[in-house]
């Protein structure tokens, strides 16, 4: 998150808990601790927060990441896509291959 999410996030925080002391030491530290944070999670976590508890959040309380990138379903998608190419007559010899070689090892 950057420092205009951070006060962003803090706007939010203040217009519900009018106690919440901003300072710029305080977006200083929140937005270095959440650079890495996902900026609509994070709120997301902070609404979800603000319905069930009558103190300011922690950064604790509302953390949020992206989730990390799947290269293996990529990876999947992209090797059913060229199967989708391989001509059926390729695909009988290879699964005929692959039963014989499973007979022989099994005997």
Known sequence: M?????????????SIY???EVTQEKIDMW???MKGMDFDRV???AKEHITTNKFP?????ISAYA?????????F????REAA???????????EAVKKLVEDKSK
């Open 67 to 75: 989730p990390e990138k799947n290269d293996h379903l990529e990876k």
């Open 2 to 14: 950057t420092k205009t999410e951070v006060l962003e996030l803090f706007k939010l925080i203040k």
């Open 85 to 95: 190419q391989v001509p059926e007559s390729k695909k009988r010899e290879f699964y």
């Open 77 to 80: 998608e992209q090797w059913k």
């Open 18 to 20: 009018p106690n919440f």
């Open 31 to 33: 937005a270095d601790v």
């Open 57 to 61: 959040p922690t950064i604790a309380e």
């Open 43 to 45: 709120m997301a976590r």
